[in-house]
């Protein structure tokens, strides 16, 4: 789950695509190659094929006269049908008609991206790290290896993506800690040592939206995909539960004025442990360190299984080549300019910084090289930002080189991305909610999910 800004942030970005509905593209039936050599790309974003692929989709079939791509739109113009062509799409797939490229989904959205683990265990997925490491102007050298190392399944790789942010909890090191991962005993216990009216996460978020988000990162550590296998009755996670029920049910919402001045206020004088947020350039560590009023730490979220707390989350396109495609070169040539340079030097680079104040960080090694200089050479990166409605302000200089060593330590120390299941996050808050409410006991809430999951699980893996 993701924060309020981010949501606005989806939310701004699903109202322009509804304005300018794209529809599926076609190359054209008359223009098709006569030997019928036809990609089908399965296009599974809100609301449309995105105007970017559409583009690059054009480029390739005006540039190819042996092969031609043909998209086609499984999301529709509403969630509904979203959910509609998801089943579709994997019905189709689990039935033998599988897209040759597919588009994996988006998912910051109320309907699940496609099960990526599931169709790449049961080989549905082409494994991408030979055509990487094959490719004359790629090659592991070229890319940066900790996100997509990240994204792999049983070692292979069977999506891409352009880019990435860091998904992670930040808080004061003199209260969490200088850690990587942590778990929730280790939070209930940093907790503890703040002032009385303090809170975990902003103020004004009730316990379950609280839930949603230690829980949601965590549920992977109790479930194994390959044998199916649940331990949601463990004593870690009753014990999360127990700590959650401890938390306010809901907070009185003032004006939105007063909650950013008490948003402010809680940061200063230290009553907020931790913010959620997304690292995407090393200038994000000067921007903590001044939040929290001296060094921070990025944590990440508590897991049951002592790993990393932190989650690469990849940009909005991902990408895969069905193990079945019916030209494997064709694809990969198209596929493979996600992970191309896009900046062609420095003031390019700089140009996209000042453009983006908050660029996401590029899988290609040399964009990534060069996102790095901008921040420590450039002065176009001297800025002030303004916070929570222009009640804090935060002062930006070059990044230093420490500021470097922290940005890249905590870039190598995740491992793993975040495409955690929204449908089985919600089948934990049902049946979490009575338990909350008081009207059941843990101990049958957790049999319950336990059952629930489990069945889930094993239907899906």
Known sequence: MKANSEKLIVALFVFLLSICVLTACSAGGEDLPADGNVLIYASFQPFGVEQDMELAIEVFNQTHTDVQIEAKDYWGNSFETAAQGREQLITEILTGRVPDIIDLGYTNTPVAMLPYRQLAQRGYLEDLWPYIENDPELGREAVLEA??????????????????????????????????SWTM?????AFASMPEDSTILQY??????????????SMDGYIDW?????????ENFRFDLEFLKELPEEIEWT??????????????EGRQMLEQTYIRTPQDIQKFDALFGGRASFVGYPTADGSAGS??????????????????????????????????????AAEAVVKDRNPYIPVNLVDYGLLKRVYTEMDSVKTTEWL????????????????????????????????????????????AGPYFAGDKTVDETVALIQNRVTLYVNENK
């Open 147 to 180: 996100p997509l190392q990240a994204a792999e399944v049983d070692g292979g790789l069977y999506m891409l993506f352009d880019s990435v942010l860091i998904s992670t909890l930040a808080g004061s090191e003199q209260v969490v800690g200088d850690q990587k």
């Open 185 to 189: 005993e280790d939070l209930k216990a």
């Open 204 to 217: 004004v978020w009730p316990r379950v939206q609280v839930a949603e988000h230690l829980l949601g990162m």
């Open 226 to 234: 390959e044998t199916g296998q649940c331990s949601f009755d463990s």
């Open 255 to 268: 004006s939105n004025e007063a909650v950013n001045l008490e948003l402010g206020d809680r940061m200063r």
């Open 311 to 348: 989650a690469f989350y990849p940009a909005f396109t991902k990408l895969a080549i069905s193990s079945t495609c019916g030209n494997k070169e064709a694809a990969w040539e198209f596929v493979r300019q996600l992970l191309l340079p896009q900046y062609s030097d420095l003031p390019a």
């Open 388 to 431: 929570y409605a222009g009640t804090t302000s935060i002062e930006y200089d070059r990044v230093s080189d420490a500021d470097i060593d922290r940005f890249e330590n905590l870039l190598n120390s995740v491992g793993r991305i975040e495409l955690y299941d929204s449908e089985l996050l919600q089948i934990v808050m049902d049946q």
